[in-house]
């Protein structure tokens, strides 16, 4: 009988540690459950800065704008010009005789007023079109006719359009007072059924901090020697407080009429190339393809380059034959029949 009531008390206290077990079983499965979740960590997606393709600097956008290049006068009488400040490139090259013209090529921004605008030669045609460019002139050479003629490239010509698309400014002496509003270039794209918008291919910029080797010479200034005449030739000054290179010619600094403000330039190529003249008027023939020698100047400094035509563009290159990437901001690119024209300082 003993032994019965103690096997009755055994199993009652094991019954009692089971259901004490189940509750414990319960409570932790209870507390896990109010655990606080854990945060989930987003990762920010990086966006892409946006460089403007002919200028490498940084955009709020992608623009699919087509570049536009305006033939732009350079006779005493049409400074100062409007619109070179929004200028990405600049080519100067030998018109006529000892004066130069400017090929300004617009991308980034085209500015609301452009000119004087001057007659087209063959060789700027040419580079227009190494950028796709909407080419604008008033007037042009035999040569340069029958290739906007021939439909070669799209054009606009104040020959034709004088009054309409192109404006006078009667405070200065024809031929030097023609000028494209900006206006007057999308009425002419429109009217001649242009494409105005396009993909286009970027130069090659460099976005890294500048670093110079034994190859650089530091320098103050260049002088271009086009003419015996002090109005045609061209001096070139370092600002070691702005980073870029003022533009000067018979002592007159380069300013935009549009906003009264200096050119700020940062990329100077002066390249040498064969010029010939051709015909009784003083035009000239200049070779673009066969490339050569030139100097490359940036942030206060120079070194000797070769440059060469690829597709249609003017490229540096350093003498073992690599590319240069140029710095952000604007570009000239002077072309000289001789480098001993040239002195650098």
């Known amino acids: 009988m003993q032994k019965k009531i103690l096997s009755v ?24 459950s109010q655990e606080p979740k ?19 600097l940084p955009v709020s956008q992608v623009s699919e704008q087509r570049p536009v290049a305006v033939m732009v006068n ?22 006529e005789g000892d004066i130069t013209r400017f090929l300004a090529i617009f991308q980034s921004n085209i500015p609301e007023k452009i000119g004087p605008v001057r007659s087209a030669r063959d060789y700027y045609i040419d580079l227009a ?46 031929p030097h007072n023609s000028y494209i509003l900006k206006e007057g270039i999308e009425k002419g794209v429109e009217k001649r059924n242009y494409s105005f918008t396009e993909k286009v291919t970027p130069l090659a910029f460099t976005q890294e901090a500048p670093s110079f080797d034994n190859s650089w010479k530091q320098i103050s200034d260049a002088f271009i020697k086009y003419s015996y005449n002090a109005d045609n030739n061209v001096t070139y000054k ?54 050569g020698k030139g100097y490359y100047l940036v942030d206060g ?31 000239w690119i002077n072309f000289v029949p001789e480098l001993s024209k040239v002195t650098i300082k």
């Not at 380059?305 to 249609?312: F, H, L, Q, R, T």
């Not at 140029?326 to 570009?331: D, I, K, R, V």
């Open 238 to 291: 370092y600002s070691e407080a702005n980073k870029h290179f003022q533009r000067f010619q018979n002592g007159v600094v380069a300013k935009d009429a549009l906003n009264g403000k200096q050119l700020q330039i940062k990329n100077i190529l002066i390249v040498q190339s064969t010029h010939k003249i051709i015909d009784d008027y003083g035009r000239r023939s200049v070779d673009l393809k066969s490339g």
């Open 129 to 174: 079109n190494g950028y796709h460019a909407l080419f604008i002139c008033h007037g042009n050479s035999p040569k340069a006719k029958q290739m906007m003629d021939a439909g070669l490239i799209d054009s606009l010509n104040g020959l034709i359009y004088d009054g309409t698309l192109f404006k006078r400014d009667k405070t200065r002496r024809a």
């Open 9 to 32: 008390i055994a199993l009652s206290l094991l019954l009692v540690g089971c259901k004490h077990d189940d509750r414990t079983v319960k409570t932790t499965k209870n507390e896990v």
């Open 74 to 95: 350079n006779f005493h009488l049409a400074r100062p010009q409007s619109g070179l400040y929004h200028a990405d490139i600049v080519y100067e090259i030998l018109a």
């Open 38 to 56: 854990k945060e989930q960590v987003v990762e920010k997606e990086e966006i892409d800065t946006i460089f403007a393709p002919l200028n490498g």
């Open 301 to 331: 400094r120079m070194k000797d380059i070769e440059w060469k035509n690829v597709n249609g563009r003017i490229i540096p290159f350093n003498l073992d034959g690599t590319e240069i990437d140029l710095e952000p901001g604007q570009t």
